[in-house]
């Protein structure tokens, strides 16, 4: 009885191998030992306190080793501090029938009264030996509520012991906190999790290769809990292949502004069993590479097909909407980790996403503003049909064809539907060509105005700008007009929201109020600003992102960085590897 094996507690047909496999004794836990040792050694001498606070990521054993300590305080037969996990105590609370242990998730139940029926029922006897209350996520507990937990913990009834879980110990309460004893929980070591996976295998009798062990492993990124429904999932699938969610119906959904799609997507997603959590930290890893393939492609480690399709997805979508989506998801995985339905969560996001008129963030207010002024601008800039001209046909200047590297969604990309000319706007003095004004701006070649365009104007606009206009391209000068062109019609459009601040940096640079044009080239590659001297070349993404880059440019420098806080926003404590 003294193996380390896991032993299945139900087997009731599909239940999750998580479920089936969940330690039922100290000796099962793994990747805690010095939790286990504290534990253990506190049941078998006796010295148990009145209250716990155990702390670490989802995942890693705090409500399970939390159940084990109760098990083992109650045990029939104890063994070594341990529980047997068979006597009709360890049975029933494996079971959840038992009256001695009392859960309590206090992200859903963190009112006061929740507090006070629950504590009131401490001064009770109970059957066994001890009464463990269980509180999970404890520092979602409100004010009062928390106020009313600690009146409990200053006085605890002998025969109680509180064990109070946590994913952020920083937001209990510091006068909770110094009463009760703080076990932290740690990521589980691949090594470990990899001997979890293959005994649970054995014991199961599953059908799994170590490819597809190696492969849960990785997705469990620490975590049993996680590496074991990626277990389900690949042996459920079967093969590799399926270890990532298919996302291409719910980018669909969102170039198109689809929202019964999008909730359509996600719920066949969720039907093939992936766990929300999950989609919603897979899709952001997507977006990630999304928002990176645009902004930074050097940096972006998708590869192959992925690279491709990932891009594709990027061009349709533009860069100012790939960063809305990865700031609202990062935004939802953070409110996931509280809620108690998850799958809401994302479906709101997603809506919101879709229908910024529901959003009240700053980003959808601006998306909004962004719509008035479209909706505002067309029939101003209808009547002036000098518009005409402003639109060349795509990839007339480049000469290269405008092939898309890729067969997929990309090879759609729309032929620039007429729109105001977006720069010079309602500005003061923005008529054509003084006098002056054209005197100087005759003495510029299209090779003077790029190049200082390139270093002296961009590096003086907005980060927001810069991010944009690293991927223009001067490509026409007349003395009066510039022509500038984009990668595509999403980011055409976004010049609306530049357009001051870079019409005050050219007019420092040049003293001129030049009239901008801009102009769709999908032959551009979005975040490689091919040398202006070169054709725009049809080859696929990964290989003008990595041939060479404008290297070492003040404005990729702020891409770069900006890049990087995004990252860090969304996977805290990440480091990059390259
Ligand atoms: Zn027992």
Redesign the pocket.
């Given at each position: 009885m003294a193996d380390s094996s896991p032993t299945p507690t139900s087997i009731d047909g599909v239940t999750a191998l998580y479920r089936r496999f969940r330690p039922g004794r100290f000796a099962e836990l793994r990747g805690q030992d010095h939790v286990v040792r504290a534990l253990q050694g506190a049941v078998k001498n006796d010295r148990i306190v009145h209250a716990y606070l155990f702390s670490g990521p989802r995942g890693t054993g705090k409500t399970t080793a939390a159940r084990i300590l109760a098990?083992a305080l109650?045990?029939?037969?104890?063994l070594d501090g341990d529980?047997?996990?068979?006597?009709?105590?360890?049975?029933a609370i494996t079971r959840g029938s038992s009256l001695d242990v009392i859960e309590l998730d206090a992200a859903s139940n963190n009112g006061v009264d929740d507090i006070r029926e629950i504590t009131a029922g401490a001064w009770h006897g109970t059957p066994g030996q001890w009464k463990v209350y269980i509180f999970d996520e404890v520092h979602q507990l409100s004010k009062a509520a928390s106020a009313a937990l600690l009146k409990t913990l200053e006085e605890p009834p002998q025969h109680v012991v509180f064990v109070l879980a946590t994913t952020d110990p920083h937001k209990v309460l510091p006068t909770i906190r110094s009463r009760t004893q703080h076990l932290e929980f740690r990521l589980i070591g691949g090594e470990t999790l990899s001997s979890l996976l293959h005994d649970v295998q054995g014991a199961a009798g599953l059908a799994a290769d170590d490819a597809l062990i190696d492969a849960a492993v990785r997705l469990g990124r620490g975590s049993a809990r996680d590496a074991l429904s990626a277990l389900d999932q690949l042996i459920a699938t079967g093969s590799l292949s399926e270890t990532q969610p298919e996302f291409d119906g719910l980018f669909h959904a969102l170039v198109h502004a689809d929202a019964v799609e999008a909730l359509r997507s996600l719920a066949l997603l969720t039907r093939e069993g992936w766990d929300p959590e999950q989609l919603a930290e897979s899709f952001a890893a997507e977006i990630r590479q999304v928002f990176l393939l645009q902004a930074a492609p050097d940096v972006a480690d998708a590869v192959d097909a992925d690279r491709d399709r990932l891009s594709a997805w990027g061009s349709q979508l533009g860069l100012a909407r790939t960063v809305r989506i990865l700031e609202t998801i990062g935004r939802a995985m953070r409110e996931m980790k509280s809620a108690p339905d998850k799958v809401v969560i994302l479906e709101v996001a997603l809506v919101r996403l879709i229908k910024p008129e529901l959003d009240s963030s700053i980003e959808a207010l601006d998306e909004r503003v962004t719509k008035i002024e479209r909706a505002g601008a067309r029939p101003v800039a209808a009547p002036s049909s000098t518009a005409g001209p402003a639109l060349r046909p795509i990839g007339s200047t480049g000469g290269a064809p405008p092939v898309s590297p890729t067969a997929g969604p990309a090879a759609t990309v729309a032929p620039a539907p007429p729109a105001p000319p977006a720069s010079p706007g309602p500005g003061p003095g923005s008529g054509p060509g003084s006098g002056r004004a054209a005197s100087d701006a005759a003495a510029l070649s299209l090779e003077d105005v790029r190049e200082r365009f390139e270093q002296r104007v961009v590096p003086r606009t907005a980060r927001s700008a810069q991010l944009l206009l690293k991927n223009a391209r001067v490509c026409s000068f007349d003395g009066q007009r510039l022509s500038i062109a984009l990668p595509n019609e999403e980011m055409r459009q976004n010049t609306e929201h530049i357009a001051q601040g870079l019409r005050s940096a050219m007019e420092h640079e040049f003293k001129v109020n030049f009239q901008i044009d801009w102009i769709v080239d999908p032959s551009l590659v979005a975040g490689s600003s091919a040398p202006s001297s070169r054709p725009a070349r049809p080859e696929p993404p990964e290989r003008s992102g990595a041939d060479e880059d404008p290297a070492g440019d003040e404005s990729s420098i702020v891409v770069d960085s900006m890049a990087g806080h995004l990252i860090s926003e969304m996977f805290p404590g990440a480091e990059e590897i390259s």
């Open positions: 098990k109650n045990c029939e037969h104890p529980a047997c996990n068979e006597c009709a105590s360890c049975v």
